[in-house]
């Protein structure tokens, strides 16, 4: 049964990531019958509650988990036990960079190159990017999006 890492920012604080990531979830569930979409959530409580009957397995990101939100061992290891790897969400963006509680940059650049090194496809749907006010945020954001094997922005300004 194939699985998916999805990475994004699912606190159950933004009822638009909520939304994508339901729709997300359902599809992947349409398409591929018997697929498990491993969850990255500083909530696992919330995913349980909110979207039961979904194949989704939440993967605690907290500090007894080894992380800090999405940037440690349980993200590198659901990326190792997944098929592919869909990053969604609004968090394309450079502000506090160096600040894992705030940033998914950092995750993303351990996440992504090891998915790709492992011969694993990664995509970014509904993805919003920015703001990016750097020269080393635009940087990484595009080495990130290069990376992928498909994208699909979630609005027309992050063009």
């Known amino acids: ?4 890492c999805l990475i994004g920012s699912y606190t159950g604080r933004n009822a638009g990531d909520a939304a994508i990531l339901e729709n997300v979830v359902r599809d ?6 018997g697929a498990v979409c491993e969850v990255l ?6 995913m349980r509650r909110t ?3 979904l194949p989704l397995a939440p993967v605690a990101t907290l500090p007894w988990n080894l992380s800090v939100k999405t940037l440690g061992l349980p ?7 997944c098929d592919a790897v869909l990053v969604t969400s609004a968090i394309l963006f450079d502000i506090k960079f160096w600040n894992p509680l705030y940033n998914y ?3 993303l650049l351990l996440a992504l190159p090891l998915a790709k ?12 990017v920015g703001p990016v006010y750097t020269a080393k945020g635009r940087a990484i954001v595009r080495y990130l999006l290069n990376l992928a094997d ?3 922005l979630r609005e027309e300004a992050s063009v």
């Not at 959530?41 to 919330?46: H, K, L, V």
């Open 28 to 33: 992947i569930a349409e398409a591929c019958p």
């Open 150 to 152: 498909g994208v699909t």
């Open 75 to 81: 993200l590198l290891l659901s990326v190792i036990r």
């Open 117 to 128: 090194l492992l011969g694993k496809k990664v995509f970014f749907h509904s993805v919003g």
């Open 41 to 46: 959530t500083i909530n696992p409580a919330f």
């Open 1 to 4: 049964m194939p699985r998916f």
């Open 105 to 107: 940059l950092t995750s």
């Open 51 to 53: 979207y039961p009957g």
